[in-house]
């Protein structure tokens, strides 16, 4: 299908990106295009004005912060996956990049992007979720950090306003005796995931303590799995907190697969998610 007629603007910084923003109330932001321009074509998206921010190679970043690692919103995936700061300190951040798309896709896809769409299939913005990361916005009033918990605010919604941009992503680095894992289910290869989990756990004198646990495709948003977060806090087994796993979770039905077996899907991912972090730890 062809796209409904837009206007087109390139940005010449963040700044100039913000005020073209404020000028439209049907503007978007254009970056990879990935997840917009496939909108665009079923026209499930029609923006009147796309604003190109794709040349600001100021937001392309893999930077050491103070205890945290920030990532630049315009950095590609492919260098998301292949940067040595994060394969050192947030190993999950950089495997699960590696794990979005195909090639082709990782080599014009952001990160930013990715997380601004809101998509609840996603990959990255469930890691970012599990990892209590957090988002810089930035707007004509300045700039806000807001917590990963309350970013994600419906499907294909997040905390970013209509003359507001997602500059930078801060997630933390991992300490010793921290594991993780990305478990993810799909139809196909490089697919969308029809289910995914991620989970980060830490362990005290020998045994798991705590464990941060995430869900893809289970709910409007990215999900935190908090029944079996509880049930690792309180000493539980894998085993037992994986079952409760889906708990609190409003997964749909569509052609990948029915609610019950996304339910299915995620207690069965969670424990191989907890028990691949276990390893790690």
Not at 185 to 205: C, G, H, I, K, P
């Amino acid at each position: 299908m062809i796209p409904a007629a837009f206007d087109y603007e390139v940005a010449e910084s963040v700044d100039h990106a913000i005020a073209l923003l404020a000028e439209r109330e049907d503007a978007k932001l254009l970056a990879g295009g990935h997840s917009l321009l496939p909108a665009m074509k079923l026209r499930v998206a029609r923006p009147a004005l796309l604003v190109d921010v794709g040349r600001l190679a100021d937001l392309s970043y893999v930077r050491d912060g103070d205890g945290h690692i920030a990532i630049g919103a315009l950095t590609r995936h492919k260098d998301v996956a292949a940067a040595a700061l994060l394969r050192e300190h947030c190993p999950i951040v950089s495997h699960t990049a590696g794990q979005v798309g195909d090639p082709q896709v990782r080599h014009r896809g952001t990160i930013g992007g990715s997380l601004a769409h809101g998509d609840p299939a996603s990959d990255l913005p469930t890691v970012i979720l599990a990892l209590a990361g957090e988002l810089v916005i930035r707007g004509s009033t300045g700039e806000r950090t807001v917590p990963a918990s309350t970013f994600f605010t419906g499907v294909f919604q997040t905390a970013v306003g209509p003359d507001e941009m997602l500059v930078e992503i801060r997630v933390p680095k991992l300490g010793p005796g921290t594991g993780w894992s990305y478990a993810k289910m799909s139809r196909r290869a490089q697919d969308w995931a029809t289910v995914a989990v991620a989970a980060v756990v830490e362990r005290s004198n020998g045994s798991i303590g705590k464990a941060s646990i995430a869900l893809t495709n289970m709910g409007a948003t990215p999900l935190r799995a908090k029944a079996a977060e509880d049930a690792i806090a309180a000493g539980g087994l894998i085993d037992d907190a994986s079952t409760l796993a889906s708990d609190g979770t409003e997964p749909s039905s569509d052609h990948a697969a029915s609610a019950d077996f996304r339910r299915h899907l995620a207690r069965v991912l969670a424990r191989r998610a907890l028990e691949e972090a276990a390893a790690r730890s």
